[in-house]
């Protein structure tokens, strides 16, 4: 079986898995959800959605946060860690948004890779949920850990590994290929321990015959 046919026996079983399976991120706009993804960096989900309910409070626009003392910005996103450096690219691209885009997060990767602390996964995800239009799959931890497991890549970095996805993944189930994967990570594919005696795609996963029939 080729990865294209594999990759596509795969994401029906996931389909079915995970059926609500959707963006964790809480957001409501472009900018919110372009936010949430810069926090999200070395940081769970959960965490940062227990912290963006007080920073979009406080902050409604890119023109608010660009105004903000970064201390105050650093003070209230302290607990997603690294909070200086997320602070920062959060203030430099709101500054770049209000000024050289109107406020509003554009719809053009070329754009969203110009701002600090935004590479192809972050606006990726923008694009794929926001704007309905992702130029990669999102690869984040659990990507890089279950792509290589089920045999779809043999590369460790981001960017090869987008490149191999996009190649058997169709590009209509890009956004949500990444949203099952999650969801499978954290439910069952977990990098300690994972379960692979309930795993739906044990019989694709190269990982698996490894382990069980070396």
Not at 43 to 58: G, H, I, M, Q, S
Not at 124 to 148: E, K, S
Request: net charge positive.
């Amino acid at each position: 079986m080729d990865k294209k046919e594999q990759s596509k026996k795969i994401i029906l079983i996931l389909k079915k898995s995970y059926p609500l399976a959707k963006c964790s991120l809480n957001y409501s706009n472009p900018l919110q959800l372009l936010i949430a993804t810069i926090l999200s960096a070395q940081c769970t989900d959960k965490r940062v959605n227990k912290t963006t309910p007080a920073l979009f409070k406080r902050f409604k626009t890119a023109k608010d946060f660009a105004s903000a003392h970064i201390v105050e910005i650093e003070n209230i996103v302290k607990s997603c860690g690294f909070y200086r450096s997320k602070a920062k690219s959060i203030s430099e691209t709101c500054k770049r948004l209000a000024a050289d885009y109107k406020g509003i997060v554009p719809n053009k990767i070329e754009d969203l890779l110009k701002f600090r602390g935004v590479a192809r996964k972050t606006a990726n995800v923008v694009l794929g949920n926001v704007f309905h239009d992702p130029q990669g799959v999102v690869v984040d931890t659990h990507m890089i850990r279950i792509a290589n497991r089920l045999g779809l890549t043999k590369n460790k970095d981001p960017i090869k590994i987008e490149q191999d996805l996009n190649k058997i993944i169709p590009k209509k189930e890009w956004t949500m290929f990444s949203h099952y994967v999650i969801a499978h990570g954290r439910a069952v594919c977990k990098a300690q321990n994972p379960k692979c005696d309930v795993c739906p795609l044990k019989k694709y996963c190269e990982y698996y015959k490894k382990i069980y029939y070396r």
